[in-house]
């Protein structure tokens, strides 16, 4: 059993030489990309292979580049220091309804405030177990890049939006799961590092914030829900860019769900087993997006998922339009 395992995972090695993400030591071993020497490897067990948590902790420690001195310095009160909004959502249920917001924009006058008043009321009409929503969740000051955009916001600063987004989303009932996009990274995070997942977790009871662009739901069975927020355009088939997504996802780590926001359009596709979703929008088309002839695929979903051994055993979908 070691031997098989230690075969499949040295598949996954390659020889660049790097310091070992544990101890520093150069090492040519690599375990899904992430450097570690044989030593820590061992310390690890190779009976268990790394969780995706591993992997995701290794892979932020490598980006970090860290030197091991700090890392064994800062380490001792990590447990301390790291933000619940690293922490995964974990789903026990095998059958559950979940609700599909994204892209709400709030603080931009393009924001359909009846809308969300419409999913907060479906949701708890639909029993949903918990919303999620996959990033912009506010609009953000995208004026260094998109000038006269300010015109177009309903509330200017993060203070402003972070008060009306708590007024919002306080009309979902349900826990709220959610990432935030690159309207809340580009403009307020990289402007000033003001983090607007980490205030509205601070201030609703019920949002749990998953970090910026990508967040996870484990569900029953080892299987997860991605929640994914991209940057960059939009394209002019519906399906390219979560097809794209999709494919540069590597075949043992892809999730069983994936729910994609940021291109304002709404699509179920079924491709390499992830059933992904484009989420949708709260927000109207805007100028910028008048300007550039992309629609606005407005609405929202609930989805009836029943999770099996295997995978998903069945969704049931129910997509709601707004105009
Ligand atoms: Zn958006
Ligand atoms: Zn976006």
Known sequence: MTKKLYKNLSNKYSYKREGCS???????????????CNKCLKMKSIDSQFSDEDI???????????????????SKNLEQSRPDTAQPYTCKQTHVKIGVISDTHIGSKFYDSQLMDEAAKNFTKNKVNFV?????????????????????LSEVG???????????????????YAITGNHEYNTFYRLCGFEIGEQLQ?????FHYLGNAKGVINLPFGQKMELIHPDGGTAYALSYKPQKIIEAMDGGTKPAIAVIG?????????????HTF?????????????NRSISAGKGYWILDVKVGKKGISSIKTEMFNAY
């Open 262 to 274: 940021h291109f304002h359009k709404m699509e179920h596709l079924y491709y390499r087993n992830v």
């Open 56 to 74: 995701q902790l290794l892979n932020e420690i490598k980006k970090s580049k860290i030197t091991p001195k700090e890392f064994s310095l800062l």
């Open 202 to 206: 601070e201030k609703l009871p019920n």
């Open 278 to 290: 484009q989420a949708g929008t709260l927000q109207s088309q805007t100028t910028f997006m008048r």
């Open 22 to 36: 544990l101890c520093g030591q150069t090492t040519t071993k690599h375990v899904q990309g992430v450097p570690i």
């Open 158 to 176: 993060g203070d402003a939006q972070v008060k009306r987004a708590v007024k919002e989303l306080s009309k979902i009932k349900q826990p709220i």
């Open 132 to 152: 999620v929503h996959a990033g912009d969740i506010c609009e953000g000051h995208y004026e260094n890049r998109r000038q006269g955009s300010v015109f177009e």
